[in-house]
């Protein structure tokens, strides 16, 4: 279990002490297979754009120079970890025993997003059984995540941004506005069909827990489980002419909704696919482009979709908000309570502030895991 202490002196100054226990620590390596295919998938996804420019070696090649990530440790599954199943060969998706993540990876976000699959395998008890599922709109991309982990189990799935642009309306952020940031409205088209659930999680966290303590959550009857947070004043999250008109607000009649950060979600596919949920979604950003009911991007559909009906998950699984508000960005301390991810939502990313040799306290707990390294 991970405990973070947190002490606030004068200027709200953070001092953390991180106690992992040896269940929790990174293993020696083994070999693992990982594989690209697309045979699944409706091929009107698949029209793809300039590739990114990478070396020999996997580095991305940009105005700047080359851009390198460091390869990272392997780690090999402890004795308890479950077989592969017998029925299905090694690097197979559809592996019942698998552990299934899907994260976005495009060249403004990468670094996070690497930083972010090297926490979820270094404090994985079976990291040989997590599987990785790539989101990109930017081809090559995959060289680079295969020289960063050479035995990472993975698929890279592209999502052609023209599926959502139409349907995007300016946001509080530009970041927000990204059509890459709606691919996992899509995960259920995307991924094979024997994959039925699956962890999204966005590009600027770390977990610093089992990852497997997250997929193993009830979900109950419910399609996404998210931590939930009532506290907050959910009418903020649209405008006052959605709250005016009672055919648009009516959508929460019989319902508790609460605010959920769609950052960390665990998801049914089954249920997804079934309640043909994408469509639903769908609706609301159309609605959007029309009426102007909402300003925060790819969440508030999420939200009149489904809040009301989320399997709560307990908050030590998203400590979000550690990058601020969406202008300013500026430093936040920690929730209390326990802590199992680290998630820098918000403007301000640990990287960024890193670089400018202005972090924030927290920021410390995210470089461990950052694998970057620039060269000339």
Not at 185 to 210: G, K, P, W
Not at 235 to 257: C, E, I, Q, V
Request: net charge positive.
């Amino acid at each position: 279990m991970l405990w973070i202490i947190r002490f606030s002196g004068f200027f709200s100054a953070a001092m953390l002490m991180i106690v992992l226990s040896p269940s929790l620590q990174s293993f020696p390596p083994a070999e693992a297979i990982r594989s690209s295919h697309h045979h699944h998938l409706d091929y009107s996804y698949l029209r793809l754009p300039p590739p990114v420019l990478l070396s020999d070696s996997g580095s991305m090649v940009g105005a700047g120079g080359r851009l390198n990530f460091r390869k990272a440790s392997a780690f090999r599954n402890s004795n308890e970890c479950a077989s592969p199943s017998p029925k299905t060969q090694i690097g197979d998706a559809c592996d019942p025993n698998l552990v299934h993540v899907a994260i976005t990876l495009d060249v403004e976000y990468l670094r996070g997003s690497i930083a972010a699959v090297h926490s979820v395998l270094q404090h994985s008890l079976c990291p040989e059984s997590v599987f990785f599922h790539f989101l990109v709109s930017e081809t090559n991309l995959e060289a680079l995540v295969q020289s960063t982990f050479p035995q990472l189990k993975f698929r890279v799935y592209y999502f052609d941004p023209r599926m959502v642009r139409s349907l995007i309306s300016t946001s509080v952020r530009q970041a927000l506005e990204q059509p890459l940031n709606y691919a996992r409205n899509y995960l259920a088209d995307l991924l094979e069909t024997c994959v039925e659930r699956v962890i999204y999680l966005d590009s600027d966290l770390v977990v610093v827990d089992d990852i497997s303590r997250l997929w193993t959550t009830s979900l109950g009857s419910r399609t996404i489980g998210a931590p939930e947070y009532c506290h907050a004043n959910f009418t903020n999250y649209f405008t006052p002419a959605f709250w005016s008109d009672k055919r648009l607000s009516g959508t929460f009649d019989g319902r508790k909704p609460c605010y959920f950060n769609t950052g960390v979600m665990v998801i049914d596919l089954i249920k997804w696919r079934r309640g043909r949920y994408t469509k639903r979604i769908e609706k609301w950003m159309e609605i959007q482009k029309n009426r102007r009911i909402y300003e925060l991007g790819s969440l508030p559909p999420f939200l009149l979709v489904f809040a009301g009906h989320v399997a709560p998950i307990e908050h030590r699984w998203n400590q979000h908000g550690l990058g601020g508000d969406n202008v300013k960005g500026s430093c936040r301390d920690l929730h209390s309570g326990p802590v199992s991810l680290l998630h820098w939502s918000g403007s301000g990313k640990p990287w960024l502030r890193l670089d400018s040799k202005r972090p924030c306290p927290l920021d410390a707990l995210w470089s461990p895991y950052d694998l970057y390294g620039h060269t000339k």
